[in-house]
């Protein structure tokens, strides 16, 4: 599977980034995904996961209620809606896939990742 991150970008504090993840190669529908994030020193964060059918999703305590990740199957792409931006939120977003079940928090869950998108919000 190639993962292909897209989306990121500059916005205001208090705004609005939707980050997509692009699939191709093998069945993506076989793969659970999930979203993580890098601040620079920083060891790379868990952010959300969604499993293979959509039917369960997890996020990070910083995140919830704030970002919403989603897939579509048929467009082999998900998606990280992220409302109501901090600084805090300042980091590369990589997007990552994965065929085991259980532990979609770790980063060890995921065989393959994508190049990874810049969000940068200002304050």
């Known amino acids: 599977v190639q993962l292909q991150a897209s989306g990121g970008g500059l916005v205001q504090a208090g705004g609005s980034l939707r980050l997509s993840c692009a699939a191709s190669?093998?069945?993506?529908?076989?793969?659970?995904v999930g979203w993580f994030r890098q601040a620079p020193g920083m060891e790379r964060e868990f952010i959300a996961a969604?499993?293979?059918?959509?039917?369960?999703?997890y996020y990070s305590d910083s995140v919830k209620g704030r970002f919403t990740i989603s897939r579509d199957n048929a467009k082999s792409t998900v998606y990280l809606q992220m409302n109501s931006l901090k600084s805090e939120d300042t980091a590369i977003y990589y997007c990552?896939?994965?065929?085991?079940?259980?532990?979609?928090?770790?980063?060890?869950?995921?065989?393959?990742w994508g190049q990874g998108t810049l969000v940068t919000v200002s304050s």
């Open positions: 990552a896939a994965g065929m085991r079940s259980g532990y979609l928090d770790s980063v060890s869950s995921y065989n393959y």
């Open positions: 190669g093998r069945t993506f529908l076989d793969y659970n």
């Open positions: 969604i499993t293979w059918s959509g039917g369960n999703t």
